[in-house]
C-alpha cells in the first residue's frame, strides 16, 4: 500500500527553523526524502501527483474503510493540498461544507455547531448534518441520541426523506442516533451506497444556504458520503505538533474522492483550535501548519476555553449560552473568513 505525503509549501523555510521537537525532526527528514521534488510550485496551481493513490483500494465494491494506515517503510510520493480550479462554490448556490478530521476531539463537532449558528446570526438559512454514531451534535442541541426513533440512519439506508428527521432548534438539524453505527456496514451493500448522503440532501438543497456536515473521527464511508455531497471540507485542527500527520491520510481519502466521485471537492481551510497562545508549544505548531499550509489556514484561532465544553451542557451553541464572549466572537470571525475566502477566490 502507498503512503502519499503532503508536500510542504516552502521547504526552505521549514528546513532552516531550529529543530527543537520529534515532529520538526521529522518534517526535516520528510523533506529531505522529498528534495527531488519542485517545491515552488503554488498551491493553487499545484497537480496532484497521484502516482502512489493507483496503489491505494479504488471504489470497486468492497466494503469500507478505504483508506490504509500509513506504513513507515512506504515509499515517500508528495501529494499536495489541492484547491479545486472550479469556480467557488457557494458564493452563489449552497454551501455544503464537511468538517473532517479522522482524530477525535479536535473540535469538529464544536466547529460544525458554532459556525453554524454564527451564519445564521448573520441573516443565513442553515441546515446541519449530524453523521457520526456518537451524537455529539445531536446532544449539544438538547437531544437524545439514544431516544430518537428516526435519524440519519434512516436517511441515508432506507431513503426515508431527510426532512423527516430535521429537528428546528438553534438551527434546524438533521439528528442522529445510536443506529448510525450500524451505516457503514448497511450501506456496504448497497449500489451508490458513497452517493447516500449526495442524494437525500437534493430534496432540501434549495432551503438552505448553508449545509454543514459533521461528521465521524475516521474516513470509513459515513465520511466519504459527506465528502462526496460536499462542495469543501474544513479540517480542524488541534494545536499540537502530531495534528500535521493526519492530514496526509485524509488529503488521500479526498483525492480519491475527486478522482472517483465529486471532482470539485477539496479543502477550504484548515482551522487551528484549541489554541493556548501562551504557549509556545501552541504557538510553534501554528506556525508549522503555516509554513506547510499557507494561507489554507485561516487566520481566526479558536481559543481554548471552557465555555466550549459548558455550551453543549445546556444544549446551546457558545453564541447562544455566551453570546458576548470572546469563544462566541471567535465563531463569528471564522464566519466572515469562510465567506470572504470563498469570495476572493471567485474574484483571483
Ligand atoms: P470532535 O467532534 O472533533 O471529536 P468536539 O467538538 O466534540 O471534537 O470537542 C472535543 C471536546 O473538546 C469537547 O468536550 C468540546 O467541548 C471541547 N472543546 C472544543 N473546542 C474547544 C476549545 N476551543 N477549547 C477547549 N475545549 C474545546
Ligand atoms: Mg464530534
Do not use: W
Amino acid at each position: 500500500m502507498g503512503f502519499v505525503r503532503l508536500l510542504p509549501r516552502s521547504s526552505s523555510r521549514a528546513r532552516n527553523r531550529v529543530v527543537e521537537t520529534d515532529l520538526e525532526i521529522d518534517l526535516e527528514a520528510d523533506l529531505e526524502a522529498e528534495s527531488e521534488v519542485d517545491v515552488s510550485k503554488k498551491r493553487h496551481k499545484a497537480p496532484v501527483e497521484l502516482t502512489a493513490l493507483e496503489e491505494l483500494p479504488v471504489f470497486d465494491g468492497s466494503p469500507a474503510p478505504i483508506v490504509s494506515a500509513p506504513v513507515a517503510s512506504a515509499p515517500v510520493v508528495s501529494a499536495p493540498i489541492v484547491v479545486p480550479q472550479a469556480p467557488a462554490p457557494g458564493v452563489t448556490g449552497t454551501r455544503v461544507i464537511a468538517f473532517a478530521n479522522q482524530k477525535g476531539g479536535v473540535a469538529k463537532t464544536t466547529t460544525t455547531l458554532n459556525l453554524g449558528v454564527a451564519f445564521k446570526e448573520m441573516g443565513y438559512r442553515v441546515l446541519l448534518v449530524d453523521l457520526d454514531p456518537q451524537g455529539n451534535l445531536t446532544m449539544s442541541q438538547g437531544l437524545n441520541p439514544d431516544t430518537i426513533e428516526t435519524s440519519m440512519f434512516d436517511v441515508l439506508v432506507r431513503k426515508i426523506p431527510i426532512s423527516d428527521v430535521i429537528e428546528r432548534r438553534e438551527v434546524d438539524l438533521a439528528v442522529a442516533s445510536i443506529d448510525l453505527a450500524g451505516a457503514e456496514l448497511a450501506l456496504a451493500a448497497l449500489i451508490g451506497r458513497e452517493r447516500s448522503l449526495e442524494k437525500a440532501l437534493v430534496e432540501v438543497r434549495d432551503r438552505y444556504d448553508f449545509i454543514l456536515i459533521d461528521t465521524p473521527p475516521s474516513l470509513g464511508l459515513l465520511t466519504i458520503n459527506a465528502f462526496v455531497a460536499a462542495t469543501g471540507v474544513i479540517v480542524p485542527v488541534q494545536c499540537e505538533y502530531l495534528a500535521l500527520r493526519g492530514l496526509v491520510q485524509l488529503e488521500n481519502t479526498l483525492a480519491m474522492v475527486r478522482e472517483n466521485l465529486n471532482p470539485l471537492v477539496g479543502v477550504e481551510g484548515i482551522v487551528p483550535t484549541m489554541y493556548d497562545a501562551r504557549t509556545l508549544h501552541a504557538r510553534e505548531a501554528v506556525e508549522i501548519l503555516e509554513e506547510n499550509f499557507g494561507d489554507l489556514v485561516f487566520k481566526t484561532r479558536i481559543r481554548k476555553t471552557v465555555r466550549y465544553a459548558e455550551a453543549p451542557v445546556k444544549g446551546s451553541s457558545v453564541l447562544g449560552y455566551d453570546p458576548t464572549g470572546n469563544a462566541s466572537q471567535a465563531y463569528r470571525d471564522l464566519a466572515k473568513e469562510v465567506l470572504h475566502g470563498a469570495e476572493a477566490r471567485e474574484h483571483a
